[in-house]
Nanobody
Framework: QVQLVESGGGLVRPGGSLRLSCAAS????????MGWYRQAPGKERELVTS???????NYVDSVKGRFTISRDSARNTMYLQMNSLKPEDTAVYYC?????????WGKGTLVTVSS
């Protein structure tokens, strides 16, 4: 059973930083694509960033230059480094992985950006 478990959310002030982690139950390179989605209150879930097994990355315009996705194969963990956080980044962040045609999701971690 594939599992994805997020951690690292919390309360941060505008301009601050957080690093989210997504620990996979198996090798992260078994996923064709991994990424982070977020869902703000009253809004639809949106794709924030993704990374392919080959290392190609993609970011939504609103986070370009501020967020960075990365992987650590030794720890089977994917990360989302979030800098210069804004109140509009407040959301539940979900880890996502596509493996052999099946989508897998974590349960989410809450990020709140507020003074």
């Amino acid at each position: 059973q594939v599992q994805l478990v997020e951690s690292g959310g919390g309360l941060v002030r505008p301009g601050g930083s957080l690093r989210l982690s997504c620990a996979a139950s198996g090798s992260i390179f078994s996923f064709n694509i991994m990424g982070w989605y977020r869902q703000a209150p009253g809004k639809e879930r949106e794709l924030v960033t993704s990374i392919t097994s080959g290392g190609s990355t993609n970011y939504v315009d609103s986070v370009k230059g501020r967020f960075t996705i990365s992987r650590d194969s030794a720890r089977n963990t994917m990360y989302l480094q979030m800098n210069s956080l804004k109140p509009e980044d407040t959301a539940v962040y979900y880890c996502y992985g596509l493996q052999y045609g099946t989508n897998y999701w974590g349960k989410g971690t809450l990020v709140t950006v507020s003074s």
